[in-house]
């Protein structure tokens, strides 16, 4: 068996520095251990050298996905992995090792030996050495803290801190790829504080000379009284040349590079000659100052050295270079652009480090630091978050409006939609990951060489199975491949598009930038003031309401487009780590849209669920993300200390949390759940997921109404439902934060008796007609709304019942809920110009995230389940 692969960009990279790491699905009992997979070349069919690991398990112990890695190489190709235990494994011309030396882990690529810092240590890399000569040392980090920051003046005294390791741990160990991470707190020089837990991982692959650094932390302090001033990874740099032999190089925009020697030897009043020119420009070894122009090599002491360089990104729109010979002489300004692709080198004819932050100026401010050139150990510092910036302010933005209690915080809900609530508009405990690339460079590159790292760091080759072999395995649910066949298909195909395309260009339109909000997208717009309603209480970020992450990832799925893989990871990126708490009293909930990610007092597990991650995990195998999924499996714990319907719940008088008797929801709660239970029990193999997510399944079939229930007293001991509660509540947002894919993937991954039924019957009722309703139930369903994204429920009962008036119906609720299919070739953008608008944007006054987000995953579902019905029902 084979499955096939493609790489995202189309075509094979030109060369693959750094290797290569994705995960791919296998067909239920294909292979039981990764021993029987082969990575072969399509062309003629050579095994390759490969590395594979599990990633997730059928019910019947069979992989389900596996991580897949390939080594660095100057000739990548298309590959296909094959299903083929007798064949013997190709030997790698060269191999990751990995061992500990004297208490420390020390990896070898074949290119680069690194020995990593050791616990109680400050170091998270001690050194790194290219050809037998060491090009690094000392990689750590570091971040400044003030305690207070003026409306006027955000200086103030500020206090340094580095990092301090407390654990290392060797996750990989080859033969291709190999994983260190290294956990730790940043600490003041007095050692009097620790703050800003961190877990930083250092992926490294068979004969590359870089590193992938994944760097994550969590915001753990008072909002009052602690602002982070600067937070950078530095390395220590020996250098060991003149300085007329010693190069900087900064990534500019749109390719450029500023490439310049610590010591100039162009543009002198006296020449020193051609080829000294020459060399020094292209950063090679200059002749011996014997051989240049007597008039230059007596008077070199005479020329200004540079000691240091600066790169600062302060806003997505521009940046600024400069440099300075020393402390205590001026800066002078160097260069500026636009946008930095955030990558620096300093080097010289015997080797050097680059070091680059991916998605640079997206993440604004940012900068890049060159300090000490001159002397025999410089450093090089990417800083994520610039010190010459505005400090981080994540104290919360308003007094509270006299909302002291649920009746007013209800009431401003009619007016601004902001659910506030005091004390709960609280940041300590988010977090945020960035992707760092740390080169070991043999001698210092040319501007060619710099740049094609650049594009490198900042748009990775990546491999991918295609969207036909993830379609057969049958994995996520239901989703369908593009189809255009018959022009009504077409033209919903072509409104996906056009909401993808919008979105697309609203992010760089509306400048969703910045370290906080990069990945996100609002959730409203204002047709007056032509701007989405970023100062609008809960009109603000969405923080994946109505599930944006997942239109965005089965839009992928069905597409293979590199553009909507890139718009989903970014906001995977962001949604799982600064929308959801890792640490502290809401830790594995997540917080509902507003003006603040972390603004809202809706802490809830629908914004935190594992569905909006677990697409991404199993296409990359990223370990990150994997800490995000195996961080919620115990959230169910949550219940007890945070109500989600507590300003709401019409029992609030008598009701009390309870370990045995918990409300949980059956929509958002269980869903959520669900797949938190599902990711980890394919992940880990953990006997308690499993055990509550098929429980709690035969607990719902149980329950008289079954999903009509609304809500069930859960026991947090046994992981198990009451089964005895007999009432309909209906919410529309139950089946809109991932229950009804989740679901599907449930009833065709395992067979619990009864769950199939009561989702179908579920399905089936939401959009009945009235009478129907009250012959199923006693009366009527209250609470029914969002129709269009209701219609998949339909298309699911009418797919599974054959049912076609049901159909019929799934296609007409479709249909009349924004009208797309019937106006979309009319429809089109609008162009703002200034003066109403800053700059020109594009608008659609009937569009919000949450239409474009359940609009696009009902057409696709709908499209998978009922999409041979859909011609005579919608011409």
């Not at 009284?225 to 990874?233: C, E, H, M, N, Q």
């Not at 652009?337 to 990558?343: A, I, P």
């Not at 740390?438 to 295609?466: C, G, I």
């Not at 697309?504 to 990945?519: A, K, P």
Request: aromatic fraction near 8%.
């Amino acid at each position: 068996m084979t499955v096939p692969l493609r790489w995202l960009d189309d075509a094979p990279p030109t060369r693959l520095p750094a290797g290569v790491t994705w995960g791919s699905p296998l067909p239920r009992g294909a292979a039981s251990t990764p021993d029987a997979l082969r990575l072969r070349r399509r062309g003629d069919g050579a095994a390759v050298p490969a590395q594979f690991w599990p990633l997730a398990t059928w019910p019947d112990g069979s992989l389900k996905w596996v991580g897949a890695a390939l080594g660095a190489t100057e000739q990548p190709e298309e590959y296909d992995i094959h299903i083929d235990p007798d064949a013997a494994a190709p030997t790698a011309p060269q191999s990751v090792t990995a061992q500990i030396l004297e208490g420390a882990v020390t990896v070898d690529t074949g290119v680069i030996r690194v020995r990593f810092g050791e616990r109680g240590g400050s170091a998270l890399v001690q050194s790194i050495a290219r050809g037998g000569v060491t090009v690094a040392e000392d990689v750590h980090l570091v971040s400044l803290r003030q305690d207070r920051v003026d409306d006027d003046d955000a200086s103030g005294p500020r206090a340094h801190f580095r990092s301090a390791v407390s654990e290392v741990h060797l996750e990989q160990d080859g033969p291709i790829r190999a994983v260190v991470r290294v956990d730790g707190h940043h600490r003041d020089a007095a050692g009097s504080r620790e703050w800003l837990p961190f877990t930083v991982r250092f992926v490294l692959a068979a004969g590359s000379d870089r590193i992938r650094i994944v760097h994550s932390f969590i915001w753990d302090g008072d909002a009052e009284v602690d602002f982070i001033a600067g937070l950078g990874v530095r390395a220590a740099v020996p250098l060991r040349a003149e300085p007329h032999d010693r190069h900087v190089r900064v990534a500019g925009a749109d390719g450029g590079v500023f490439a310049e020697a610590v010591r100039g030897l162009t543009g002198l009043r006296r020449d020193p000659g051609a080829e000294v020119r020459q060399a020094q420009v292209a950063g090679r070894r200059t002749p011996s100052p014997a051989e240049w122009a007597p008039e230059v090599s007596s008077r070199l002491h005479l020329i200004p050295t540079w000691g240091d360089v600066t790169l600062t990104q302060l806003s997505a729109d521009g940046f600024g270079i400069r440099k300075r010979t020393a402390p205590g002489h001026a800066w002078i300004d160097a260069g500026a652009g636009t946008r930095s692709e955030g990558f620096v080198s300093l080097s010289d004819p015997d080797g050097g480090v680059g070091l680059g932050v991916r998605a640079f100026w997206q993440s604004h401010p940012g900068q890049l630091d060159v300090r000490d050139a001159t002397s025999d150990r410089a450093t090089v510092t990417a800083w994520l978050h610039s010190p010459e910036a505005r400090p981080m302010d994540m104290r919360f933005y308003h007094d509270g409006l006299g909302q002291d209690d649920f009746a007013s915080q209800l009431d401003a809900l009619e007016i601004t939609y902001e659910d506030y609530e005091p004390g709960f508009g609280d940041a300590h405990g988010i977090a945020r990951t960035h992707e760092l690339v740390l080169v070991a460079y043999a001698a210092t590159p040319s501007a060619a060489e710099f740049a094609d790292d650049v594009t490198h760091l900042q748009r990775p080759p990546l491999m991918q199975p295609t969207p036909a072999h993830l379609a057969s395995v049958g994995v996520f649910g239901d989703w369908a491949l593009v189809d255009r066949s018959t022009p009504v298909r077409a033209e919903i195909e072509d409104s996906l598009d056009f909401l993808l395309e919008f979105y697309l260009g609203q992010v760089d339109q509306r400048s969703w930038y910045g370290f906080w909000n990069y990945g996100d997208v609002m959730h409203a717009y204002d047709t007056d003031r032509h701007t989405w309603r970023y100062d609008v209480g809960g009109y603000a970020w969405d923080n994946s309401e109505l599930s944006p992450d997942l239109w965005l990832w089965y839009s992928y799925l069905r597409t293979g487009r590199a553009d909507v893989f890139r718009f989903a990871e970014a906001m995977t990126r962001h949604t799982g780590e600064v929308d959801v708490y890792h640490r502290g009293r809401w830790a594995g909930l997540g917080s509902r849209h507003n003006v603040q990610h972390w603004g809202c007092s809706a802490k809830q597990l629908r914004i935190s669920s594992p569905i909006y991650r677990r697409i991404f995990h199993f296409l990359t195998a990223d370990e990150r993300v994997g800490d995000l999924l195996t961080e919620l499996r115990d959230s169910d714990e949550r219940f007890l200390d945070t109500d989600p319907t507590r300003k709401v719940r019409p029992d609030a008088a008598t009701y009390r949390p309870d370990r045995r008797a918990l409300a949980v929801g059956l929509g958002t709660d269980w869903g959520a759940l669900a797949a938190t239970w599902l990711a980890d029990w394919e992940r880990t193999g953990n006997a308690r997921s499993r055990d509550r997510l098929l429980g709690t399944m035969a607990d719902i079939a149980a329950l008289p109404q079954g999903f009509l229930t609304g809500e069930a007293l859960y026991d947090l001991d046994s992981g198990r439902f009451d089964t005895a509660r007999d009432r309909v509540s209906v919410s529309h947002l139950s089946a809109v934060f991932g229950l009804v894919e989740v679901c599907s993937e449930l009833i065709s991954l395992v067979d619990v008796p009864g769950f199939a039924v009561a989702w179908e019957r579920y399905c089936r009722l939401y959009l009945a007609s009235p009478e129907e309703q009250a012959t199923a139930v006693g009366a009527p369903l209250t609470g029914i709304h969002l129709e269009q994204a209701h219609s998949r429920l339909a298309a699911y009962a009418a797919a599974r019942r054959g049912d076609e008036k049901l159909a019929s119906l799934a296609w007409r609720a479709f249909e009349g809920m924004g009208e797309w299919l019937v106006h979309r070739r009319d429809f089109a953008l609008s162009r703002v110009s200034p003066p109403h608008v800053l700059r020109p944007v594009d608008e659609v006054a009937t569009v919000s995230t949450n239409d474009a987000a359940q609009y696009g995953l009902a057409a696709i579902q709908n499209l998978a389940l009922i999409g041979d019905r859909l011609e005579s029902d919608m011409i």
